[in-house]
């Protein structure tokens, strides 16, 4: 049962597209700043890290903060479906502005030294754990099941618009203010999304009424929230498609992709058109979803789009030139794009909203899991075989998730609210 409070969105208003709806609008602005926010943060630790000591110690700065997000991630699912997404994400972001104002602050009176980006590193890592499956959880709470597709859409091209809108604010920022005034920036960004986040109207679930809810220890949800995740017949397999789709990508996207170009003497500016080819398709893919909205059968659409995509991945090692590479990169954006929306629209759809933080957080998990293994195994077995066969074998695994789809009946038949 789902108790709606007086803030909440009018049970009987009428239906309108996600990108029509105040309510989304403002998540999506408090969203969007929060994420530009991040990018700015993240150039801006790492060229200060740079420049306050040696290479190696830059690098443990920078990788502080995955230690207790991977620790806490699971734990922070928990908290999100606890107390509810919006509320842990307004927490999570103001606690994350004041952190970074702080050093800013600091830093405009001294140089303290890598230990306070340290500990800044580990603060946000800390945060990050609650609010990742907070941020996956809170749109199933702002509007209804049908225009959930649409809001993955709109995610998408949130999520683009601050990859390449980040850097050049946190050198603008670097440039004028220097560290100091870098980190402000990255401070008020993040701020702006607090008083988005409070106009919110959602739906929380009833304590009393919540699954795992009430006098159950945090230890007893989190085990109920993965006995439920396991016995679901379309978000079990699920993860597993998410875990190939990563294993198999990541690794060529990050490090293939800078070897390959490297073998092929496209230089650096090879490597960013063919970034660029690929980030265009998946913000095509994004504005496709966030207009149409859910497609008819979506799990066969989405293996149809992991298998595609798949042989697109293969085929990027053995582009005849840069020209044709671009082009094969665009193409496997599109089709990554549009089955990941897919993907995390069936997460958002097919999850009981009392259990979507935890859900939210197992998946997290096993993408930041995954990740950091394919990077390394990516590079040195191609220093051992070249970019050709692993690029293969890559594309082989991603297809073996668009396998695990057709595999699975109920997966395989999911369909998405309309």
Do not use: K
């Not at 073998?263 to 207009?291: K, N, P």
């Amino acid at each position: 049962m789902t108790t709606v409070t007086p803030s909440s969105v009018a049970p009987h208003a009428p239906e309108r597209p996600a990108y029509r709806d105040g309510n989304v609008l403002r998540w999506l602005g408090a969203y969007t700043a929060s994420m530009v926010g991040d990018n700015v943060y993240f150039l801006s630790l790492s060229w200060t890290a740079v420049q306050s000591g040696t290479p190696a110690e830059a690098g443990l700065v920078t990788a502080v903060s995955a230690v207790p997000r991977t620790l806490l991630l699971l734990g922070g699912g928990v908290i999100a479906d606890r107390f509810g997404p919006r509320r842990v994400v307004i927490g999570s972001d103001a606690v994350r502005c004041a952190a970074v104002l702080a050093v800013a602050a600091v830093l405009v009176a001294a140089r303290p030294g890598l230990w306070l980006l340290g500990a800044l590193a580990l603060v946000f890592g800390t945060v990050d754990a609650v609010f990742m499956p907070a941020v996956g959880a809170l749109p199933a709470r702002i509007t209804t099941h049908s225009q959930l597709a649409r809001v993955q859409g709109l995610r998408g091209m949130a999520t683009r618009f601050a990859n390449v809108a980040g850097a050049p604010l946190g050198g603008l920022g670097i440039a004028l203010g220097g560290a100091a005034g870098a980190f402000a920036l990255a401070g008020l960004l993040i701020a702006v999304s607090v008083p988005l986040l409070a106009s919110l109207r959602v739906r929380d679930a009833a304590p009393d009424d919540a699954p795992g809810a009430g006098r159950a220890t945090a230890r007893r949800q989190l085990r109920d929230g993965l006995r439920y995740i396991r016995g679901h017949r379309v978000l079990a397999p699920l993860m597993v498609v998410i875990a190939l789709g990563d294993l198999g990508f990541v690794g060529p996207l990050n490090v293939g992709l800078t070897l390959l170009a490297d073998e092929r003497g496209w230089g650096a500016s090879g490597v960013g058109w063919v970034l660029a080819g690929f980030g265009s398709g998946a913000a095509a893919a994004a504005l496709v979803l966030a207009v149409r909205g859910g497609v008819p059968h979506a799990g066969r659409v989405m293996a149809a789009g992991v298998l595609a995509g798949s042989v697109a991945i293969g085929a990027l090692a053995h582009a005849p030139g840069l020209p044709a590479a671009v082009g094969i990169a665009l193409l496997v954006g599109l089709l990554t794009g549009f089955s990941g929306g897919l993907c995390g629209a069936l997460l958002q759809t097919r999850s009981d909203p009392a259990y979507l933080g935890r859900v939210s957080a197992v998946a997290s998990l096993v993408s930041l899991g995954v990740a950091p293994l394919s990077m390394p195994l990516s590079a040195a077995a191609i220093g051992a075989w070249g970019t050709g066969p692993v690029f293969l074998v890559s594309a082989a695994v991603c297809g073996l998730g668009g396998v695990v789809l057709l595999c699975f009946r109920d997966l395989r038949r999911a369909e998405l609210p309309r």
